[in-house]
């Protein structure tokens, strides 16, 4: 038998080891994969050997079943409501980028919960792939794309009071800078011209990287007023994100430039060529969902709580505690805050929904359209002074009578 046949009938052992475990089931597919691959690593093991990490893996996943009835939601709240006590209030630098400040901590975490429809800070990291990721100058070409291009960013703006004159002196560097595929300045201020006739609805007159335009009809306020409006208009970029700061980084697979933004416009940064759609994210759990999907928000929701809690040095809490919140937020195919606008809210109970926020409103409500109360869960239940139908509360036990020389009565 060839060392291939033997490393063959090992795999095929293996296999059948699984099929006859707990694990068959479920994590089938992953676990024989996993095994393989370490295998491989170490060089082939014997069927004993996987046979034992089998046994190993199965007795963990059965040990860490949550039991029947077990209060899941209950525990998920105090695992991540106790140590949010915990946390400060500040802003910190996102990940070591001093130009970009996020929100983080407790302000992050409500922000994630309430399924606010905009972060206070939207940022996005962006990968880059190819020769954008490993190339500066191609890395600030996406760039360019990305970060909002305004007028003063590209020369002087002056006013002429006594012609009615707004007059631009384009700076020829920042020009090609910007628009790298061009090599020529005054090409580049014909496109800023076209695009300030578009935006404000003037006429312009341009000489070579000068240009001037006017109010229609002689106005001093109106010429104040291009003069601001002008000062809106994007001329290259995306409008939603202000500044994007370049850094190489040290990844899995080398060292690569990644760009963060202060602003975030995520669908529109998924179609800029350079960009790795793989791989970038945003803060916005909102914006994942409307382009990704209800799947990718929920990942965002576990990804972006959990990083919140380990800035804070909260590690400890347990991730599936997280993977519940998420669950409860998107299980119905869009996100929802967990708030009296949500899912607090929407509870059929009438006292799981007076006990969460606005009281007197949810009880008149009730009493005005008839409402009764069937005390399935927990609040309720402690309101109305029952047992709570969780673990051994959700045990009817009745005692039955033996007679004397028969077997149990019946019940």
Known sequence: MTETDAYDHVTDDIAALIEDTELSRRLKERVYETIEEKADEHGGITTEQAADIITGVENRYLETRIEPLDPVGTVSAQSIGEPGTQMTMNTFHYAGVAEID????????????????????????????????????????????????????????????????????????????????HSDPTEVAGIISETIEDALGVDTRQAGTVIEFGPNQPSYRELLQLVEQLRDVVFKGIEEVERVVIRKEQLEDGEEFVLYTEGSAFGDVLSIEGVDDTRTTCNNIHEIYRNLGVEAAREAIIDETMNTLEEQGLDDVNIRHLMLVADIMTNNGEIESIGRHGISGSKDSVLARAAFEVTVNHLLDAAVHGEYDELDGVIENVIAGKPVSIGTGDVDLRMGSRASGSGPADD
């Open 102 to 181: 996020v929100t983080q901590g407790l302000p992050r975490l409500i922000e994630l919960v309430d399924a606010r429809k905009t972060p206070d800070t939207p940022m996005m990291t962006v990968h880059l792939e190819g020769e954008y990721a490993t190339d500066r100058e191609k890395a600030h070409e996406v760039v360019w794309s990305i970060e909002s291009t305004r007028i003063l960013a590209l020369g002087d703006v002056s006013t002429n009071v006594a012609d009615m004159l707004v007059r631009i002196d384009l700076n020829d560097e920042t020009l090609l800078e910007r628009w790298p595929t």
